[in-house]
């Protein structure tokens, strides 16, 4: 992997799937050269979008990337983030505040809401993490 520079700018794709027994967050960091950084996450509480887009953000602050493009299929969240809904709600003003704050660290740093057709990476990785939750669930079941 090659070391970031400064004027290029990275991609950064989000995605989360939600089950039953626990939920899965995928996120693709593509460096400007296509190298990927993939991330899967298992989590056991039920997750959003807002998550994927925040655990994004902190992934390639961990890079040490300066800009960023974020990608999500979420349109009430890219909305959200551009300003272009208003957050109402006090978990995803939460969030927005979250996604913002995480985001000031970065010298250009935007969101593009995709197709999910588009984000199919991520979300292969989130639901790989929500099936390994759902297996881990299963096994715990049949111990007790």
């Not at 995605?15 to 996120?27: E, N």
């Not at 588009?118 to 990785?125: H, I, K, M, P, Q």
């Amino acid at each position: 992997m090659v070391q970031p520079d400064e004027e290029e700018v990275w991609r950064v794709f989000a995605d989360v799937v939600s089950r039953l027994a626990g939920c899965g967050l995928g996120v693709v960091i593509i460096s400007p050269l296509g190298e990927k950084i993939k991330l899967a996450l298992r989590i056991d509480s039920r997750v959003t979008n807002n998550e994927a887009v925040l655990a994004g953000v902190r992934a390639a602050r961990e890079v040490g990337v300066s800009r960023i493009i974020l990608y999500s299929d979420s349109q009430l969240i890219t909305n959200h983030i551009k300003g272009v809904y208003e957050a109402k709600d006090d978990r995803m003003l939460k969030y927005l505040h979250l996604i913002k704050a995480q985001s000031e660290v970065f010298v250009d740093c935007s969101i593009e809401q995709i197709l999910w057709e588009e984000n199919s990476e991520a979300d292969v990785l989130a639901k790989m993490a929500a099936s390994l939750s759902e297996a881990n669930s299963r096994e715990l079941l049949h111990v007790s």
